[in-house]
């Protein structure tokens, strides 16, 4: 594999008394689409909110173009990092949610500028411009008005896809995206998606429960099971012929 943009290395965590990951190793490559499936429980949020910084490890590394990500474990102890430079690592990661969590405020485009002008200190006129092309990409150029409570929720979940692709990140975290959403509105979503991974040289990170979707937009799919990576490889052979019984089993109960 080239230079990986994203490593885990040997990171653990644990909520109290549940160890949620131990001796986690996961390198993933610039531009890949890695799609994370595993049942409710095994971690794979954690897997998500750990490299969106919303969790600390409690051990280990987690590496973003070779740097470290939180402030780093030493012998048991924390080594602090310099907070402008954790800023500038994090800011190569952006995360959707399963709840889209829009201003409800704010318009669509006012939702997809916010970010831009205030945290990465964007002209208005530029924040707009881009903003505008970002939410045409993801089929809402005609929405840009709206209010959150007057989108459905596949539109909702569109405007928070541009949202964190307007923060012109290197990474992409997709946490369930589609599973709040009524089915017929699942489609538009990982529409979406698709054509973001075509046009945009980023790599994203999903969980989903969507297999057809996994098998068919990702490069390598993961199975988790207790924070462990249980299978992996390409879709084709994870999902129609997984070799580890845990997989075998969880796909049965989930297709
Ligand atoms: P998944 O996304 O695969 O369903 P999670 O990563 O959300 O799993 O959770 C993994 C485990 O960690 C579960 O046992 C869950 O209850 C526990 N957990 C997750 N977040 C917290 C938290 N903030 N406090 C306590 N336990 C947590
Ligand atoms: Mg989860």
Known sequence: MSEPIVRFENVSKRFGETVVMRDFDLDIAPNEKL????????????????????EQPDGGVIYVKGEPLHHMWKNGRLVSADQKHLRKVRSHISMVFQHFHLFPHMTAIGNVIEGPIHVLGMKRAEAVARAEELLDMVGLADKKGSHPSQLSGGQQQRVAIARALAMQPDVMLFDEVTSALDPELVGEVLNAIRKIGREQD???????????????????????????????????????EPRNERTQAFLRAVL
């Open 35 to 54: 799609a994370v499936i595993g049942p409710s429980g095994s971690g794979k949020s954690t897997l998500l909110r750990l490299l969106m910084t919303l």
């Open 202 to 240: 980023i790599t994203m990170i999903l969980v989903t429960h969507e297999m057809g979707f996994a098998k068919e937009f990702a490069d390598r799919v993961i199975f988790i099971e207790g924070g462990r990576i249980v299978e992996q490889g390409p879709g084709a052979q994870v999902l129609s």
